[in-house]
């Protein structure tokens, strides 16, 4: 999955810790959403971002999660004081900007987070 | 509330065969489809998409085709080979909104060499 750039790709917390994701789309690519992959299940949509601004966060945690996509830098998926049931896989995509309706999302590898 | 559901769990087929997985959708708003396919500590990967105005798309050896009055897809392989042997997702989406996506839980399709 070339392109959009996800790390690290495996993260161990301890509960009550902090969890940061970090990813990188797309060259070109100014839309980011961020997925959760619990384990035998299907990907889902947690939050979709443009640069500086969360247009849909519909699929996050009331508490404890938030994303960020700075003008400069990554967008961060952050996870505070982490519980065991936080422990999956997050995958970021990536979309451009022009004929979204037609241009499939890019994924990256994923983020694996462990909590110990 | 599963509005995107692969049914079929997992799937066996010869190489040289046909693989045919299935897609049942409940939201009437979808009307942009996809497939991904992944490989284990991978990203999911597309594969093939269709609009709603159509009811078949095909790209190489893979087929997708919308019934939409069943609100039913369906990705055909033809033929299997045993690099395809993966988790086959599906995907929906309303162009309208913000084209995020709604995944079934995946069929894992292993081809027999």
């Known amino acids: 999955n070339a392109g959009v750039m996800q790390n690290p790709r495996h993260l161990v917390r301890r509960r009550g810790q902090e969890a940061r994701l970090r990813c990188s789309p797309m060259?070109?690519?100014?839309?980011v959403y961020w997925y959760r992959q619990l384990p035998e299940e299907g990907l889902k949509f947690m939050v979709y971002?443009?640069?500086?601004?969360?247009?849909?966060e519909s699929g996050m945690p009331k508490e404890r999660f938030s994303a960020e996509f700075p003008k400069e830098g990554p967008s961060i998926l952050r996870i505070q004081q982490v519980v065991r049931g936080d422990s999956a896989a997050y995958f970021c995509?990536?979309?451009?900007?022009?004929?979204?309706?037609?241009?499939?999302?890019?994924f990256g590898d994923g983020t694996r987070l462990s909590i110990l | 509330d599963q509005q995107v559901k692969q049914n079929s769990p997992s799937l066996s087929v010869q190489e040289g065969r046909i693989s045919i997985l299935n897609c049942d959708y409940t939201?009437?708003?979808?009307?942009?489809f996809l497939w991904y396919k992944k490989y284990p500590a991978e990203g999911p990967t597309f594969l093939i998409s269709?609009?709603?105005?159509?009811d078949k798309n095909e790209d190489g050896r893979f087929t997708v085709f919308l019934n939409k009055s069943a609100k039913h897809l369906s990705l055909h392989i033809v033929p299997s080979q045993p690099g395809d042997s993966a988790v086959y997702f599906c995907?929906?989406?309303?162009?309208?909104?913000?084209?995020?996506?709604?995944f079934g839980t995946g069929t894992r399709l292993k081809v027999l060499a």
């Open positions: 971002l443009q640069k500086e601004n969360i247009i849909d």
């Open positions: 939201n009437s708003m979808f009307d942009y």
């Open positions: 269709i609009s709603s105005i159509k």
């Open positions: 995509a990536s979309s451009p900007q022009r004929d979204r309706g037609r241009q499939p999302q890019h």
């Open positions: 060259k070109g690519h100014s839309h």
């Open positions: 995907a929906a989406t309303t162009t309208s909104g913000t084209y995020k996506y709604i």
